[in-house]
């Protein structure tokens, strides 16, 4: 009997091993940062480019090495979405693509959570303070909205962006309300974006700037999508961050 229970629990173990050895977890083990970062190089960031900020993304500068969940969060939401063959190059074999899909995962895991992360212009080397968080969809999956606050300390000029993904939009209006004041309206139309590999395709946006007050509590986006709201929990950031985007994000009226 006791040979046959520790039989049974050698088996079990085995088992159990044989599970953990699939998980995403330790596939994102296995794929290091650099590998990963290759792969954004390759299939992403021809597209979204500091020049052309496609989808309000700039991946030239993405470093798996130092986490930045919201960033993950949609690259994520692109690579889940099918955006990997959009640069026209033949997507990756499905283990690398499984993996790529894991780490990044792990990459995001706390892109709902306020991320903030002081760094400097790709070109001006000006000090940035830049706080961000995601909200998804569950109507949409996988479907996500980024809220970003950016602060250049050295010039107090700042900016709050909204950006969305995978699926773009266009020619549309919709409204931004600050701590549940009356939504301000806000229309997208005139442009799409041009894939910044240099192909003749174009795309609807995928980011807005918006004109609103910095909010004391919440920030909630209105019908981007028909029927659709995202509520950003502004009370949730950073006190100290919060003062210092203060400096370029007044809460006052904007002009």
Not at 30 to 36: A, H, I, K, R
Not at 50 to 56: L, R
Not at 73 to 96: N, V
Not at 164 to 175: E, K, L, Y
Request: hydrophobic share 40%; charged share 20%; net charge positive.
């Amino acid at each position: 009997m006791h040979s046959a229970v520790n039989s049974a629990s050698r088996y079990q173990c085995i088992f159990f091993a044989a599970l953990v050895m699939t998980t995403p977890a330790l596939s994102a083990e296995l794929m290091s940062p650099g590998q990963q970062n290759a792969l954004v190089q390759k299939y992403c960031a021809v597209c979204h480019t500091e020049a052309t900020k496609n989808g309000g993304l700039s991946l030239e500068h993405y470093d798996a090495a130092h986490a930045n969940p919201p960033l993950a969060a949609m690259l994520l939401s692109k690579l889940q979405g099918g955006a990997m063959g959009a640069a026209g190059l033949k997507i990756p074999d499905e283990a690398t693509r499984d993996a790529w899909v894991a780490a990044t995962t792990a990459q995001a895991e706390r892109a709902k959570r306020w991320t903030v992360i002081r760094t400097e212009g790709p070109k001006s080397k000006a000090p940035l303070l830049v706080a961000s968080i995601v909200r998804d969809v569950a109507s949409r999956k996988p479907a996500l909205y980024r809220l970003s606050l950016t602060c250049n300390i050295a010039s107090h000029q700042g900016e709050i962006q909204l950006t969305w993904s995978p699926q773009p939009q266009t020619d549309r209006i919709f409204s931004v309300s600050a701590d549940g004041n009356p939504g301000l309206p806000h229309k997208l139309e005139g442009r799409e974006e041009k894939m910044g590999n240099g192909s003749a395709g174009t795309t609807g946006l995928a980011a807005a700037t918006l004109n609103v007050p910095l909010p004391e509590k919440t920030l909630t986006i209105t019908d981007l999508f028909p029927g659709e709201t995202v509520v950003f929990p502004l009370g949730d950031l950073d006190q100290a961050a919060r003062q210092q985007l203060g400096v370029c994000l007044p809460t006052g009226a904007r002009k």
